[in-house]
């Protein structure tokens, strides 16, 4: 087995991001833990939103890189994020907001398979 992705997007996120990139150059996601905005993924331009010592880098969707914090991914490392695109407001610092639409995580649980290739890699 290959390599397995922790974070995807759906086709309707893809464009959103291409979107938002041609308008605001180049992005960052960070998975928000809660607070303001509860729990979403936020899209800041890069650069704009600093990257601590304690942030995971999950991987890439749309080659933009997908942050969250080392404490918030101790309870989620187990699951494949999936961020998708529905309609309503987003959070508000999140540039997708005068969209119309919002970024959402949707999440599957990885099979034992994936996630014993995780481990083996030590992408865990």
Not at 6 to 25: D, F, H, P
Not at 39 to 53: A, D, H, N, Q, V
Not at 81 to 105: A, K, Y
């Amino acid at each position: 087995m290959g390599t397995v992705p922790k974070v995807l997007a759906t086709e309707a996120a893809l464009r959103l991001i291409e979107r938002l990139k041609g308008r605001y150059g180049p992005l960052l996601f960070h998975q928000s833990g809660g607070c303001c905005d509860g729990s979403s993924p936020m899209c800041y331009p890069r650069g704009e939103f600093l990257i601590g010592e304690n942030d995971v880098l999950l991987g890439e969707i749309g080659e933009t890189p997908f942050y969250m914090s080392a404490a918030q991914y101790a309870y989620w490392k187990h699951t494949q994020f999936i961020i998708d695109v529905v309609p309503g407001r987003g959070g508000m610092f999140s540039l997708e907001g005068p969209e119309g639409v919002r970024f959402l995580t949707r999440s599957r649980v990885f099979t034992d398979e994936e996630y014993r290739t995780l481990k083996e890699t030590g992408a865990l």
